[in-house]
């Protein structure tokens, strides 16, 4: 087979099919092969017919068909699957060679494959791959690292299928990200900000539909109204479109949105993010209350139990309920902008968490991460894409070394203005006992992090008294402990 390939892919689900298709509609010659071969025959005489791809029917020959250096791309299952293959593949490859990981995976392992394919004089790339199945046909947002003499390499590909954004739509969603697995971790922590987001979305429906009254058709127009101001952004604009669409089953009535049991799944970055976060010791919130969120989702024969035992406040013909809170939800329209204020005062929160732990990260694995780059990957092609991503990109390239976004002027006003509304959306969803999990827990942070003094102190004491874990002074240097049974007021 001569080499004339430009690159070569390795798994045809719908994402390595459709990844292809991209990268052959840049003008590149691509050979492609999967385990099961009859992926490969169906897409050279179906979607891929009469266009230059070179279908393989085993890693031999796609590796001989690639001009050098040769460029080989998995999309497979993460985990052993990816070991295997880079196994199949090393005795057909030659030093300089480069292997590329696009499939959802843990970074610790991006890690430690880096190293050993390096070590066989090979060069390797962890990506980030966003957009889903439109994203990778269309231009995904791409989040590249590894070994860094393989960017010049990968990176004109690479930048070609990627999606585009600026005035000229002429900027790249596809930046070299950091050495090993810093491309995963990115890509992981893009996730986590998925999970905050779908669940800011849920409550703000959840608290429009229940508190506010809205019909789907009115859910529409809001949602509609706030894609075209700051919360512009792919999930809002895909919530918009979901609250149209008819139930499109035999005899169906109604919406279908009405008609889908209320339980979520979930992959599992999100919880790789949240268990990061705690084994750095940043208060990732956001994230780790929606993925318990979707864990309280899951339990539905649970919920419908408790449901018929336990019992919630009394509704707004109640005289208990408070008047502020009854102004609020009286004025509809009011009602609507409070409920929008909340979702983005909470969303840049979110954000903030995430590019702390980001920060936290970088630090403790010497990645060297650009924030404001890491603001652009997502700024096209992928799930969280959104306006208010190029602020942040702004807040970075202003402060490369700002300490938390919230503290860039712009966020802070933004903050500052919503505040009273995002206050009393949370107090008229208490009262009526509508849950908003991550809307508090967005606030709890904020409060947290402006506040000088936390009741930590107390709790230092606890520790001390129970375990003699030391605590420090706010009046003079050094570690201390005391013999609180002795010290402490008789009963």
């Known amino acids: 087979m001569s080499e004339n390939c430009d690159f070569g892919l390795i798994g045809l689900a719908v994402m390595g099919e459709n990844l292809a298709l991209n990268v052959e509609s840049r003008g590149y010659k691509i050979a492609v092969y999967n385990r099961s071969t009859d992926k490969v025959d169906n897409l050279i005489n ?29 999309l497979v299952k993460a985990g052993q699957a990816v070991d295997d293959l880079i196994e199949q593949l090393l005795p057909y490859l030659e030093p300089g060679d480069v292997i590329i990981d696009g499939g959802n995976e843990h970074y610790t392992n991006t890690e430690r494959r880096t190293k050993y394919v390096e070590s066989k004089g090979l060069l390797y790339i962890g990506t980030g791959v966003s957009g889903g199945e439109e994203g990778a046909l269309k231009g995904p947002s791409l989040m590249p690292g590894g070994t860094p003499a393989a960017w010049p390499l990968i990176k004109p590909i690479f930048q070609a299928i990627s999606a585009k954004v600026g005035p000229n739509n002429d900027i790249p969603c596809c930046e070299w990200v950091g050495p090993r697995g810093a491309g995963h971790y990115v890509k992981m922590v ?101 993925v318990y969120a979707r864990g309280l989702s899951a339990v539905k024969a649970a919920r419908v139990r408790a449901s018929k035992v336990l019992k919630g406040p009394a509704d707004s013909s109640n005289p208990n309920f408070a008047t502020a809170t009854k102004t609020l939800v009286e004025d509809k329209a009011g009602f609507i902008e409070a409920v929008r204020q909340a979702l983005y005062a909470s969303k840049i929160c979110s954000y903030a968490q995430g590019f702390v732990q980001l920060q936290a990260a970088s630090a403790e694995h010497e990645w060297g991460l650009n924030y404001g780059e890491c603001a652009l990957l997502w700024r096209g092609g992928c799930i969280i894409r959104a306006q208010f991503l190029d602020r942040i990109k702004e807040a970075f390239d202003a402060e490369p070394n700002l300490e938390n976004l919230l503290l860039y002027p712009y966020f802070t006003k933004i903050i500052e203005q919503s505040q009273a509304a995002w206050r009393g959306v949370i107090l008229a969803a208490t009262h009526l006992g509508v849950p908003t999990p991550a809307f508090s827990a967005a606030l709890g942070y904020y409060d947290s992090y402006r506040r000088e003094r936390l009741p930590a102190n107390l709790l230092q004491a606890q520790r001390d008294y129970f375990g003699a874990h030391t605590y420090q002074r706010v009046d003079r240097e050094g570690a201390y402990h005391s013999e609180w049974l002795q010290l402490r007021k008789q009963p």
């Open 46 to 74: 179906g979607r891929a017919q009469g266009k230059n791809f070179v279908g393989c029917h085993s890693i031999e020959k796609l590796v001989s068909s690639l001009r050098k250096p040769r460029l080989v791309m998995t």
């Open 190 to 290: 893009h996730n986590g900000i998925e999970y905050g987001d779908m669940q800011l979305i849920c409550e703000a429906y959840q608290i429009l539909k229940e508190i506010g009254g809205l019909s789907n058709e009115e859910l529409y127009e809001v949602f509609a109204e706030w894609n075209r101001g700051e919360l512009q952004s792919y999930l809002i604009e895909i919530t918009r479109d979901i609250f149209s669409v008819r139930d499109d089953q035999p005899n169906g009535d109604g919406y279908l949105v009405d008609k889908i049991l209320d339980v979520a799944g979930a992959k599992g970055t999100g919880k790789w993010m949240s268990q990061l976060a705690l084994d750095l010791g940043v208060p990732s919130t956001l994230v780790t209350t929606a």
